[in-house]
């Protein structure tokens, strides 16, 4: 992976990630993929080696790690393990919502949790009926004295089986839309929390999906994160961040389907020579190269304006339209490459494949992504 003009330190740390996660992760990931496990295993090892508080500030034990670092980590995590990609990107996104929007009474003590394996975090967002449009939402939470009552249902959550904490979007104040939608960061702990796995997913099988319905659960109004009735917009900026995770899985999946087929032209002849002399394969391992080096330079730039705070939310669309929809033509390429091998489960591609579809789905469609370029564009233009 490329981590050009990175300090010693990052690269370090980029480094660990990598060997800990090709040691580690692989084997397992393709485990988790036949239904043995999933990455909750991992849990403490992923929390011993930091990855669960990449971007908790350095005050209270995190990494502190810059968006170049933390996209860079990503990717080399998900080369071996789009799963715990996944996993570790949303636990991050919302340790990163509670440092921005927490209560000053509360940040400091949940964020010196974030680290930790048992307190794993979850972003309830969607619903059966609000997928794009969060503000469908149909989640409520009425004031009750100095707590919200929360009542509704929640739907895909990642990391939702596990969770101790989660961000969740409900209407605390009466409208339509985005108004008197709220963020809470619910106790996963509470009484009327109930969870349900979501099975049968095409892929990333290591990743937990859930249900979480929440009847009656108390939730002190200290727990608002953020103004009230601000919650679309937090989420939006909030998965603004997010969405450079996605894209860093995806770069990771499109780099490990270019090695594999890299590796397999080497090795598999017909008509009496390699395949990697015929043009045509050639024509394959080159698009796929140029391609992932083009989605890596818009992860990297997107990554940057975020460290260096500018104002364009459209960076982070842009790096996830194009590296997702490269990662999952380039794992095409990959499963084209391979023949009939690419399309058993013995080979890694047919897997890769699989796990690179949901990144062009989730945390904002590509078509929700080309929505907000468009309007970015057509505001300054
Ligand atoms: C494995 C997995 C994990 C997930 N994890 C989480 C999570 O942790 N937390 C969470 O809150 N959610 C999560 N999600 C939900 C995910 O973010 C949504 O599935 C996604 O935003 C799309 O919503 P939807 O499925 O309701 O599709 P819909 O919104 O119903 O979209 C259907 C189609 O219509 C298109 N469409 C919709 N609106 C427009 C528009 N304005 N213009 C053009 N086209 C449009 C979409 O692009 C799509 O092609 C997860 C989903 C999956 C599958």
């Known amino acids: 992976m490329s981590d050009h003009a990175l300090g010693q330190d990052e690269s370090l740390l980029i480094r660990a990630a990598r060997d800990f996660s090709r040691a580690e992760l692989l084997d397992r990931d393709r485990q988790w993929d036949r239904g043995v496990g999933s990455v909750t295993d991992v849990l403490p090892q992923l929390s011993e080696m930091g990855l669960l508080a990449l971007m908790t500030p350095e005050e209270v034990d995190g990494l502190g790690c810059s968006y170049r670092t933390y996209s860079a980590i990503l990717q080399e995590i998900a080369y071996a393990s789009p799963s715990t990609a996944v996993t570790i990107s949303v636990h ?15 940040r400091r003590s949940w964020l010196e949790l974030w680290g930790d394996a048992k307190n794993f975090g979850a972003f309830a967002i969607s619903e059966a009926n609000a997928g794009s449009d969060p503000g469908a939402s149909l989640t409520k939470a009425d004031r009750n004295g100095d707590n919200f009552i929360l009542s509704g249902e929640k739907m895909w959550i990642t990391n939702g089986l596990t969770a101790r904490w989660f961000v969740t979007l409900a209407r605390t104040l009466p409208g339509e839309g985005k108004a008197g939608l709220s963020l809470l960061m619910v106790d996963g702990d509470s009484n009327g929390i109930d969870r349900a796995p979501i099975h ?25 994160l953020g103004e009230e009735g601000a919650g679309l917009s937090a989420s939006l900026a909030a998965l603004d961040g997010g969405r450079i995770g996605i894209a860093a899985q995806a770069a990771g999946i499109a780099q490990a389907c270019l090695d ?23 024509q394959m391992i080159a698009d ?10 818009l992860i990297d730039f997107a990554a940057w304006s975020k460290d260096m705070c500018h104002d364009d939310r459209s960076a982070s669309s842009k790096a996830k339209l194009y590296a997702t929809e490269a990662a999952n033509r ?19 591609v047919e897997q890769l494949f699989r796990d690179a579809r949901i990144t062009t789905i989730y945390e904002g469609t590509s078509e929700i992504q080309r929505v907000v370029i468009a309007r970015e564009l057509l505001k300054n233009n």
């Open 330 to 348: 380039i794992a095409y390429r990959a499963v084209q490459l391979h023949g009939g091998m690419g399309y058993v489960n013995e080979c890694r």
């Open 288 to 297: 796929s190269h140029v391609e992932l080096a083009a989605a890596k330079e």
């Open 200 to 224: 049968g997913k095409m892929g990333i099988r290591g990743s937990e999906t859930a249900v979480i319905a929440f009847d009656g659960v108390v939730v002190p109004t200290t727990h608002l």
């Open 92 to 106: 991050n996104m919302v340790g990163l919502v509670v440092d921005r929007f927490a209560d000053p009474s509360l």
């Open 260 to 282: 594999e087929m890299i590796s397999y032209a080497h090795e598999r002849e017909q008509f009496g020579t390699k395949i990697a002399g015929f043009p045509a394969i050639q």
